[in-house]
């Protein structure tokens, strides 16, 4: 379930998936988190509490390419191939549950892993991660993706036309 805040203004450009104008601000009860709507892109904001450390990491069974058609489509992917109430993780995600683990995560294949513009309480400056094919939209051959690899458990990225299966973190 998604609950929208509308921020009055002129709209410059729109988010999709879920639809919304730049400006808006909208608390997703699944993620449990706030995301607002900058240009086109939903951006995700901690706002009153340190983010949860994920309880399980996995592999979806099946993989894709770049082109889910936005978050909600990875969300169904991901629950219909091996993570069910799991959700996309993020670069700060694989960070929490390696460092609960005492030991750097690296997942069985390559993997798509969520990437974006993620604010922290830790910092008010923005990590910077290449969004993950426009946003779940694209496989266009040459757009990159961000993957974390099963050689060494780092971030690298990946064609958007390739296929991988996602990696998806439960809390």
Not at 8 to 30: K, L, M, N
Not at 69 to 74: D, F
Not at 89 to 113: F, G, K
Request: proline residues 5%; contains cysteine; aromatic residues 10%.
């Amino acid at each position: 379930m998604v609950i929208a805040l509308f921020a009055h203004g002129i709209a410059h450009a729109a988010c999709t998936s879920p639809a919304g104008s730049e400006g808006d601000v909208r608390y997703d009860t699944t993620d449990k988190g706030f995301y607002f709507c900058e240009g086109a892109m939903w951006l995700g904001l901690c706002v009153s509490r340190l983010p949860a450390t994920p309880t399980d990491v996995r592999v979806t069974t099946a993989s894709h390419d770049g082109d889910f058609g936005g978050l909600g489509s990875v969300r169904t992917f991901i629950a219909a191939n091996g993570c069910a109430n799991h959700r996309p993780c993020h670069l700060e995600d694989i960070q929490r549950y390696s460092m609960s683990q005492s030991s750097a995560y690296t997942p069985p294949a390559d993997a798509w892993i969520a990437a974006g513009q993620r604010y922290t309480v830790e910092s008010i400056l923005p990590l910077l991660v290449e969004p993950t094919c426009g946003d779940w939209t694209s496989n266009s051959a040459g757009l990159l993706g961000a993957v974390l690899r099963a050689a060494d458990g780092k971030i690298g990225y990946g064609d958007c036309g390739d296929s991988f299966p996602v990696l998806c973190c439960a809390f």
